[in-house]
């Protein structure tokens, strides 16, 4: 039996992101460009593939989370190729305390992708924040780390963009916030995932230490548009 978190990305799209979703309910949608560089398509053939990478501005790409690699279609290459654990968790335990947690809002947005283009937990453009959850803590003023929601589909969301600034590191600031967001995610009474590259020990490390555990490997598939007079 399919698992929903099997294909995150379509589940998300058709159900409680479906407001964000951009292309065909009958065959192919993806987040746009400027919050998430996800997308996905019904049954993944050639012809919906090639029409969910038409969405894509011409030097753009769009990324699929899949349990299996998928192959570029006609006019299309593979920039990424590789294999993500995707854990998940009932719950963290308690926020911690001893940290000055505050949510973040739309006035936080640059710092906050200043912050996600300095530590690189991941995908974060101009309005990734829009997706909500987010949280952070602040010294002397300054963004020094936040953690936030991301793909949601029925009964689990999706924790992201888990950063701590390089002066903040070691702190314990990671794990508060996880555990700060997932309250939040907990109290509506879903369930936690992420996904992390394995050669992150590391992150995985601290998940585990968390409470969360590896469920599967699932394949993370980037594909771009081929320029004019580009061979594959």
């Given amino acids: 039996m ?34 998430e560089p996800f997308g996905a398509t019904r049954d993944n053939s050639v012809e919906q593939l090639s029409a969910l990478a038409e969405l894509m501005p011409p ?26 654990h995707q ?19 739309e006035q936080d947005a640059p ?6 283009e300095l530590t690189q937990p991941g995908p974060f453009h101009a309005r990734t924040h829009t997706l909500g959850g987010f949280v952070g803590v602040r010294e002397n003023g300054r963004l020094i780390a ?23 590191q070691g702190r314990g600031l990671a794990g508060a916030l996880m555990r700060s967001v997932a309250a939040g995610i ?4 879903e369930q936690l995932f992420l996904h992390v590259r394995p050669h992150n020990r590391g ?3 601290l998940y585990e230490k968390l409470g969360f555990r590896r469920r599967a490997d699932i394949q993370l598939n980037v594909l771009r548009r081929l320029q004019p007079g580009e061979r594959p």
């Fill in 203 to 205: 992150a995985i490390a």
């Fill in 111 to 116: 710092e906050m992708r200043a912050l996600a």
């Fill in 59 to 84: 030097d753009g790409h769009v990324a699929l989370f899949e349990t299996d690699k998928i192959a570029a279609p006609p006019g299309f290459v593979t920039m990424i190729g590789e294999v993500c």
């Fill in 87 to 105: 854990m998940i968790a009932e719950k963290l335990g308690s926020p911690d305390d001893a940290f000055a947690i505050v949510a973040l809002s």
């Fill in 146 to 168: 936040m953690a936030g929601e991301r793909l949601k589909l029925p009964g689990f969301t999706e924790i992201s963009a888990v950063c701590t600034h390089p002066d903040a």
């Fill in 2 to 35: 399919i698992h929903p978190l099997d294909r995150p990305v379509w589940n998300a799209l058709t159900s409680r992101q479906a407001h964000l979703a951009l292309g065909e309910k009958s065959g192919f949608l993806r987040f746009p460009a400027d919050i």
């Fill in 186 to 189: 907990a109290a509506r009474g």
